[in-house]
Structures are given as structure tokens and as C-alpha cells.
């Protein structure tokens, strides 16, 4: 079974650059047809989709967010990243990774909470 978790600073300064690690156990992230996905979920809002990395390590990212958003891999650990630049307070979130098949997210990590704030 696939698991993942996500690893990272819990506060960032606004204008900063938050980095978040998903590392993946249980699964290859070059596996082919899979993809792997960051989702963010401010307080009191619903889910937010940001960008995701397949198995061939092409990208695709939330038009919203693009021109912020960098998603990359380290596929000797099994792991994959979120860089997400110039943030400001509206980028506190508790953010997930999670694998995709058929554009359907089937396993999730258990989130990890991100502040931004001085």
C-alpha cells in the first residue's frame, strides 16, 4: 500500500519561500501513469488543487498559482517537492500530497499545517 508523508517548516516568513518533502513508501514515484499531487486547504476553506508531477517528471500547475509554484522530484529517494515563492498570510494552509491514477486521488498524506506569518 502506498503511503505518503509530508515533511517541512511549520512557519514561514511572508515574502519567503515555502519548500515542503512528500516521500513515498509502498510505491515508485516513476511508476508509469502515476501522478503526484500537492493540495493546500486554508482555515475554514475547501480544498485547493496546486500542481502535480507525473511519472515522466512533467509538470502541471494550478493556473492561479503558477507563476509561484515549482514542483520537482529526487527520484533516488522517492521523494518529491513543493516550492511555492513570495508568500503571504492567504498561503497558511495545511497542506497534502497525494498520489493520482486516472485523475482520481486515491491515497493522501495526513497534511501538514504551514503559517505564514512574522
Known amino acids: 500500500q502506498v503511503q505518503l508523508q509530508e515533511s517541512g517548516p511549520g512557519l514561514v516568513k511572508p515574502s519567503q519561500t515555502l519548500s515542503l518533502t512528500c516521500t513515498v513508501s509502498?510505491?515508485?514515484?516513476?511508476?508509469?501513469?502515476?501522478?503526484w499531487s500537492w493540495i493546500r486547504q486554508p482555515p475554514g476553506k475547501g480544498l485547493e488543487w496546486i500542481g502535480y508531477?507525473?511519472?515522466?517528471?512533467?509538470?502541471y500547475y494550478s493556473p492561479t498559482l503558477k507563476s509561484r509554484t515549482s514542483i520537482s522530484r529526487d527520484t533516488s529517494k522517492n521523494q518529491f517537492t513543493l516550492q511555492l515563492s513570495s508568500v503571504t498570510p492567504e498561503d497558511t494552509a495545511v497542506y497534502y500530497c497525494?498520489?493520482?491514477?486516472?485523475?482520481?486521488?486515491?491515497?493522501w498524506g495526513k497534511g501538514t499545517l504551514v503559517t505564514v506569518s512574522s
Open positions: 497525494a498520489k493520482m491514477e486516472n485523475w482520481r486521488m486515491d491515497y
Open positions: 509502498g510505491g515508485s514515484i516513476t511508476t508509469n501513469y502515476y501522478a
Open positions: 508531477i507525473d511519472y515522466s517528471g512533467s509538470t
